[in-house]
């Protein structure tokens, strides 16, 4: 056989092979997205909120206990910047894009939803305690965080039972908080938005799987 006529063959190939796995790729992010659930407790979340989509799902653990599962919604445009990037070869630029301009140039919205009783108390010093750390700002603007938390738990008897939501809607005007879907109010923080976001996206994020979930999602191999 002609090795010359051997090798166009398989070049041929791996191309073809490149533009079908670029097409799928552009299929996928054009689908309408889906709800994902979160494998490591079985909670789903839906496909959309106020307008942005399920970008991927992760648990939040302290040592053995799942204590709740996270869902993020953001642009669409940040899966198609994604997609761009291979998730072998690419990983560290893809978890730099997720956290780009997110909840400030790019609305972002963490949906947390409780696998395991805790108090008020130990979510919102959980929150608060990741973000001290990251927020540039004024330290009263995390009190205020943890004030609704607190607040939005107070028809509970003070606790956070099993299958409660916390939602942070983080954009440039700050963070929204609402619990079991009923707004509890508003922290007019562009800071803490930012922080709020690196909770989630930095390299010493809450939850590893939720990052993990979003490259897995629309990454290229």
């Not at 993020?72 to 780009?100: N, P």
């Not at 939803?113 to 805790?118: D, P």
Request: with cysteine.
């Amino acid at each position: 056989s002609n090795p010359n006529i051997t090798g166009t063959h398989t070049k041929n190939k791996m191309i073809n092979l490149r533009r079908i796995t670029k097409l799928t790729c552009l299929l996928l992010l054009t689908c309408t997205t889906t709800a994902m659930t979160d494998s490591a407790t079985g909670i789903t979340f839906k496909s959309q909120h106020n307008g942005l989509d399920i970008t991927g799902v992760g648990v939040r653990k302290k040592g053995p206990i799942k204590i709740y599962s996270v869902g993020m919604y953001t642009s669409a445009s940040i899966k198609e910047k994604l997609s761009t990037f291979s998730k072998a070869a690419d990983k560290v630029k893809a978890f730099a894009a997720l956290r780009s301009g997110a909840g400030s140039d790019r609305p972002v919205s963490f949906l947390l939803n409780m696998s395991f009783k805790a108090s008020a108390a130990k979510i919102s010093g959980g929150i608060a305690d990741s973000l001290l750390p990251r927020h540039s700002g004024d330290a009263a603007d995390v009190d205020s965080l943890k004030e609704l938390i607190m607040k939005g738990c107070e028809s509970k008897g003070g606790s956070a039972t099993k299958g409660t939501t916390f939602l942070f809607d983080c954009s440039s005007s700050g963070v929204d908080v609402a619990v079991d879907g009923k707004p509890q109010g508003s922290v007019p923080s562009p800071s803490l938005s930012k922080a709020f976001c690196d909770i989630y996206l930095d390299d010493k994020c809450v939850s590893p799987p939720l990052r993990e979930n979003c490259v897995s999602n629309w990454c290229q191999p």
